[in-house]
């Protein structure tokens, strides 16, 4: 399988743990709010975006293309919040 494939599917499982550690995280806070389904399937998508960006760049290491789309997606998650001044987007 191509690097930059391989890259993607492992930047894409590091966004999927960070969204499903979110909605975790969402579920013992509020019990009021609902998870959108929206939400999740971008982060997914924009994680894979970003495992396969950086694979190319940056390491062909699968394990740190794991954490780079978990913690890429965390850094645009708070840089968002940051600048629309929201807390949560859930």
């Known amino acids: 399988m191509p690097e930059i494939i391989t890259a993607a599917i492992f930047g894409l499982l590091g966004g999927t743990i960070r969204a499903l ?3 975790l ?3 013992r806070v509020s019990k009021t709010k ?4 929206s939400y999740l399937i971008i982060t997914i998508i924009l994680s894979g975006l970003i495992g396969a960006i950086t694979s190319t760049s ?3 290491n699968n394990i740190m293309n ?3 789309g978990y913690a890429g997606i965390d850094l645009l998650e ?3 919040k940051i600048i629309t ?3 949560s987007y859930f």
Do not use: A
Request: aromatic share 4%.
């Open 85 to 87: 001044k929201k807390t």
């Open 58 to 60: 940056l390491t062909t």
């Open 21 to 23: 550690v979110g909605l």
């Open 66 to 68: 794991l954490v780079i």
């Open 34 to 37: 609902r998870f959108k389904i």
């Open 78 to 80: 708070n840089l968002l």
């Open 25 to 27: 995280k969402q579920k």
